[in-house]
């Protein structure tokens, strides 16, 4: 049974992740910016609760603090946010503030947890890093919207695609997921599937997450996506 640790798991996939997990027999430790908010996690047997604030490097400091010396088998970064409203992320309009918020949720608080818990991994042995993207990142992929949610993506994925082969070297695999375009609140209702076929596919592809699928960017029912 492995050590897992879920950022943003209080909704969604991340939720989801932690249920279907947690059935399976794994330790949880589900992080989440209020914990005592947080009564759909507090429903499942077993789970740890964290509290992280993933944009604050003090408050990613302090979560390592409280788990040094705790293996890490599987780190999943989930967290993220939509960037500011619709119209203000565009070719022609730019909430700067929200772009800045939204790249530092999306791409550098991934990499700022990554860092925090290296010991953590480290010490686990062939541990997982897997990182929640989107196809939006994607520089092939023509979609004029979002635009300060998909550069954000963009700039998770090209890092963790050079990380990959850095980490790669000590036996840490790193991956990029899609999770599809789910029923969440940021999905809508509309969307192709639930939470619980995410969450699956998701886990499937961590499981298989070797040497020889690192820095390999994934749709949640292991297709390869391009870049």
Known sequence: MAN??????????????????SEQGHTLYAACRAPDKADAL??????????VSVGDDQSVATMAKQLEGVTIDILINNAGTGGPARDQQTAF??????????????????????????????AAGNAKVVNITSQLGSLELDFPMGYAYCSSKAALNKFMKMAAIELGKEGI????????????????????ITPSES???????????NADTNGHFLLWNGETHPW
């Not at 909704?11 to 279907?20: A, D, P, S, T």
């Not at 909430?95 to 953590?120: Q, S, T």
């Not at 990029?176 to 999905?187: A, E, F, N, R, S």
């Not at 969450?199 to 997450?209: D, F, K, P």
Request: aromatic share 6%; charged share 20%.
């Open 42 to 51: 507090k429903k499942i047997e077993g789970v740890k609760l964290v509290e």
């Open 173 to 192: 695999f790193v991956s990029l997921l899609h999770p599809g375009w789910v029923q969440t609140d940021m999905g809508g209702a509309a969307a192709d």
């Open 4 to 21: 897992i640790l879920i950022t943003g798991s209080n909704r969604g996939i991340g939720l989801e992740l932690v249920r279907q997990y």
């Open 93 to 122: 309009n730019m909430d700067f503030d929200g772009w800045a918020e939204a790249m530092n949720i999306n791409a550098l608080a991934p990499v700022r947890v990554m860092h925090a818990l290296m010991p953590n991994l480290r």
């Open 199 to 209: 969450a699956a596919g998701i886990i499937q592809c961590t499981e298989n997450l």
